[in-house]
């Protein structure tokens, strides 16, 4: 019986989780891969790999809180990668949870104004910076532990992916203590006219607004991230400005990885 996983980086990682922060906010170019499954073995292994980040979808991924918490530990293993976590809504009870669990950054759904990116970013703030609760459970063991250690250490990303939000766009990124924003393509494709959430036929528009979005995160030097189907994909808007992207997700390589077999084998 052969056994083909790899345990090994696919390349040697010039970063540590613990510095994840301060890059990103440096407009460093980071990579980094998204989890919807409840599987921490199997998070485990792609926290091995050497992305940047593996980011765990509380929104609309297939886990709950327990499962965020495997996935944290489990990233938290390899220590490669840091763990961020989209939060299912802009609340400071989801915030806290995320963070409290030992995520590193997270990143906020359906901001629309700046006054919305204010509050997550309170959110993710001991006092006197913040309305962070204090009760850090398990991330005193990986950041901080002091608060105002967390607050160096925590980043806030907060997503635009709707047209109140493009219109807000420059407001948003002006936002203090924001460290970044993030495209999620999908939504802004529909908000923007799209039939479906890919259609080609706002492709001109969905361009034009990823442009604004990365220009305005540049002139006030905070970092801009889209998410990607793939790493092509990731490279091109990496090229385009945006410092850091998002690779699509193991549900879907999993899928794409079994049809390929199937289809290899079939002939």
Same mark, same amino acid.
């Given at each position: 019986? #052969?056994? $083909? ?10 970063? $540590? ?22 599987? +921490?073995? *199997?998070?485990?292994?792609?926290? *091995? /790999? ?17 499962? #965020? ?10 220590? @490669?990668?840091? &763990?961020?976590?989209?939060? +299912? ?17 997270? @990143?906020?759904?359906?901001?629309? #104004? ?15 910076? &913040?309305?962070? !609760? ?5 991330? &005193? /063991?990986?950041? *901080? ?21 493009? &219109? ?17 393509? !999908? ?9 479906? !959430? #890919?259609?080609? $036929? ?45 690779? $699509? !997700? ?18």
């Amino acid at each position: 019986m #052969t056994n $083909s996983a790899t345990h090994a980086p696919t390349h040697a990682p010039t970063h $540590s989780p613990t510095d994840f922060a301060a890059r990103l906010r440096a407009r460093r170019r980071i990579l980094g891969y998204w989890v919807v499954l409840d599987n +921490p073995v *199997g998070t485990e292994r792609l926290a *091995g /790999l050497g992305y940047d980040y593996v980011c765990v979808d509380a929104q609309h991924g297939l886990l709950d809180y327990k499962g #965020t918490l495997g996935a944290m530990t489990a990233i938290d293993a390899r220590g @490669i990668s840091a &763990g961020m976590v989209r939060v +299912p809504a802009n609340d400071g009870f989801w915030i806290g949870q995320a963070l409290d669990a030992g995520a590193r950054g997270v @990143i906020v759904p359906l901001v629309n #104004t700046a006054e919305e990116a204010a509050a997550a970013v309170s959110a993710c703030r001991y006092p006197p910076h &913040g309305v962070r !609760s204090y009760g850090p459970m398990r991330s &005193g /063991l990986r950041v *901080g532990p002091t608060p105002a250690e967390a607050n160096e250490q925590v980043a806030c990303i907060v997503m635009i992916e709707t047209a109140q939000a493009l &219109g807000n766009t420059a407001e948003i990124c002006a936002t203090k203590g924001l460290d970044g924003v993030y495209i999620g393509p !999908s939504d802004l494709t529909i908000a923007l006219g799209g039939r479906t !959430s #890919t259609d080609p $036929s706002v492709a001109e528009e969905f361009e034009a607004a990823l442009t604004k979005v990365a220009e305005a995160a540049k002139s006030v030097g905070i970092a801009a991230g889209i998410h990607c189907p793939n790493g092509v994909t990731a490279a091109k808007r990496l090229a385009q400005g945006f410092t850091f992207a998002t690779v $699509s !997700s193991d549900l879907a390589h999993l899928e794409q990885a079994a049809a390929g077999h199937l289809r290899d084998a079939l002939g």
